[in-house]
């Protein structure tokens, strides 16, 4: 998992699913933000990264906030540096879909709002994934979750149109099945003064319900397909980061996941 | 240097701003505050020093009280000491991320201007907010006016950031009554607060790239009760520095504090326990009722978290009747919250312990009220284990409606 890495931040053997796709997100993304990073993960998935005791899988500096308030700390955390006139550290938001587009959404607007300087990465597997998966506002439209269990009825939330609507810097949308195109936004993330908000969907396995070998493959279905748009937004404007080939079809994406059977 | 005068600015501030000026001479430099009656006076005073350049420092208009106080705690957790405040349902929407930063032994300053919980909606003074959150592991301290604001605040960031307290604390003042009320209160120089107050410094858990470590992460059953220990006996802790630093403050600044004050409790046949600004018309009252040889006394609490336990029986050894008046309703409860502190510490069959409910939602604890206490404490007049003294007659038809007729009783 750590080939190929410039910086070894994570530990190997995290306790996260076969074929989790968050755990590739957080690697690449501290690949790219190096040790002079600061992280603030909530209570998820991406917590497992916090640790359980004495034992963490981070080699830098992190905290563990509540579910909703992800940007805060980090924001905090932010002016705080800046008041030690530590201005060359990162300050990385690392949230799930629910602590984002449902519980941490009023906490992240005031931080986009006030253009604070806080790298915000929210990874979307598309529900609570770490409770059992439970539907979030970032389910897609017919999945079936444990609390859906007919299937969903009204569709995603447009997480990020929403922070668009921020006029902030940086935004992206991004997917690991395409990691030099994830790399290449969080260094630009990094790089940019102000907010950058960066939406990565990571399939997950366990609750998709898909062989957890085709974590890669689905999520590049997802981009094929349209179902998963890659662009980015750079002060207002919108371009896209990879063509839609039609090679794949929604079907063919949406057929090989038991949530949409 | 023993008889040095103490060089002060006598200054009319009302609490609010008595507040802000500690802050700013407390050399705060991170501030995240959300507006609220009756603080917005010190989140906006606060803000005005910033534009000043009166503070060195920042000041972030959050969206919530809940985001005050996690950017509070991130940006402390780094190194610095930051700052916020707020009142009543504020209080109540930082409840969650309170326990973040007691847990993670973050020694946050806060004042608190106490307002009503809702329902109904009030905008004015009694402790129900403050007193939700008396087990959150914050200490909690309760001035009585503008003078002491300013005094508690400045003590209590050397109280709090002691590395054998490191626990965070709330200074409670009245809403409106202390708040809004200008009085003379005397500022002291600059120079004297930074001897005072060293230079903020994290002393167990920092968020530093060059010391990195994880914080607040997933803690098992193995470990949590020794964490919780730790805390609770910080507070223990506490109850030794508190007066040290008493002592501190007197020797630079002039003015004695206690973790209680005690007034003429030593032949008192009653005494009156009470917190905030209620204490000085119950010291009037005391006053006036000594002067046609009534034996009465008063206590008030500064401290209320950690509870001054054997000030407290010290104080009252020789006291048999005491009333203790709870500014909070305490539903459900045999007492108000100080009601069951008080009847913990001196509860034993030779004493008489009243508790009293008195002034919600901003009602003014009157002499007239305070006479009535000392009355029925001297007659030992009372029939409930918690006596609603200020009540209106018609207590139970106020705002009732009957469905079936669709009108009002009133």
């Known amino acids: ?261 | 240097m023993m008889n040095q005068r103490v060089n002060s600015n006598v200054m009319v501030l009302d609490g609010n701003e008595a507040a802000a000026m500690a802050m700013k001479m407390a050399r705060v430099s991170v501030m995240a505050v959300y507006p609220i009656t009756p603080q917005t006076p010190l989140a906006e005073r606060l803000a005005q020093m910033v534009e000043k350049k009166e503070i060195e420092g920042k000041y972030i208009c959050v969206e919530s009280e809940h985001s005050a106080i996690s950017y509070v705690i991130g940006a402390q957790l780094t190194g610095v000491r930051a700052g916020t405040a707020t009142a009543s349902v504020g209080l109540a929407l930082m409840h969650e991320v309170l326990g973040v930063a007691s847990g993670c032994r973050v020694p946050i300053v806060m004042p608190v201007v106490n307002r009503a919980l809702v329902a109904p909606w009030s905008l004015w003074c009694d402790h129900q907010d403050a007193m939700a959150e008396r087990d959150s592991g914050w200490l909690q301290v309760y001035a009585e006016n503008a003078q002491e604001v300013l005094d508690l605040i400045l003590m209590g960031y050397r109280i709090a950031e002691h590395e054998n307290v490191l626990l965070p604390i709330m200074i409670c003042m009245d809403g409106f009554y202390v708040s809004h009320s200008l009085q003379k209160v005397l500022v002291p120089e600059q120079v004297q607060v930074d001897k005072f107050i060293p230079k903020y410094e994290a002393k167990n858990l920092i968020l530093d790239v060059k010391k990195p470590m994880f914080i607040n992460n997933l803690t098992s059953p193995d470990e949590f009760c020794e964490m919780r220990y730790q805390q609770d006996v910080a507070f223990k802790n506490a109850l030794v520095e508190i007066p040290r630093v008493q002592k501190e403050f007197k020797e630079a600044f002039g003015r004695e504090y206690g973790l209680i004050n005690s007034y003429e409790c030593e032949d008192a046949e009653a005494v009156i326990v009470c917190m905030g600004s209620m204490s000085g018309t119950v010291k009037y009252v005391v006053k006036q009722l000594r002067k046609k040889n009534i034996k009465v006394g008063v206590v008030k609490i500064t401290f209320f978290r950690p509870f001054p336990k054997k000030d407290l029986i010290e104080a009252l050894s020789g006291v048999k009747t005491i009333g203790v008046i709870d500014r909070s309703a305490g539903l459900g409860s045999q007492t108000g919250p100080l009601g069951l502190e008080v009847a913990r510490c001196l509860g034993n069959k030779d004493k008489n312990i009243i508790n009293f409910v008195a002034g919600l939602g901003g009602r003014d604890i009157t002499e007239e009220i305070i006479e009535k206490i000392y009355d029925n404490l001297l007659k030992l007049d009372f029939n409930e284990d918690k006596n609603w003294i200020d009540l209106k007659e018609d207590a139970l038809h106020i705002r009732r409606y009957e469905m079936e007729r669709g009108q009002s009783n009133e």
């Open chain 1, 1 to 261: 998992m750590n080939n190929n890495l410039k910086h070894n931040i994570v530990a190997q053997g995290v306790s996260t699913c076969a074929g989790c796709g968050l755990d590739i997100a957080i690697r690449r993304v501290l690949n790219v933000l190096g040790e002079e990073t600061i992280i603030v993960i909530p209570p998820g998935c991406a917590a497992l990264f916090s640790g359980y005791g004495n034992c963490t899988a981070m080699k830098i500096p992190g905290f563990q906030g509540n579910l909703e308030n992800t940007a805060a700390y980090a924001a905090g955390i932010r002016s705080g540096l800046e008041a030690q006139g530590k201005n060359n550290i990162n300050v990385v938001g690392f949230a799930g879909d629910g602590a984002t587009v449902d519980i941490g959404l009023q906490s992240l607007s005031g931080v986009l709002e006030r253009g604070e300087k806080v790298i915000y990465v929210c990874y979307d597997n598309e529900a609570y994934m770490n409770t059992g998966n439970q539907r979030s506002g970032s389910t897609p439209l017919n999945a079936t979750t444990k609390t859906t269990p007919g299937s969903k009825l009204v569709p995603k939330k447009n997480m990020l149109e929403i922070v668009m609507a921020h006029h902030i810097p940086y935004v992206a949308s991004a997917s690991i099945g395409y990691i030099k195109d994830l790399e290449r936004k969080v260094q630009k993330a990094k790089d940019v003064q102000g907010p950058s908000y960066i939406h990565i969907h990571t399939p997950c396995p366990t609750g998709w319900g898909f062989e957890p070998h085709l974590t890669v493959e689905i999520a590049r279905k997802a981009v094929l397909s349209g179902m998963w748009e890659l662009f980015e937004v750079i002060d207002g404007n919108k371009v896209s980061t990879m063509q839609v080939t039609n090679s794949v079809t929604p079907e063919e994406y949406m057929c090989e996941q038991r949530r949409f059977k």
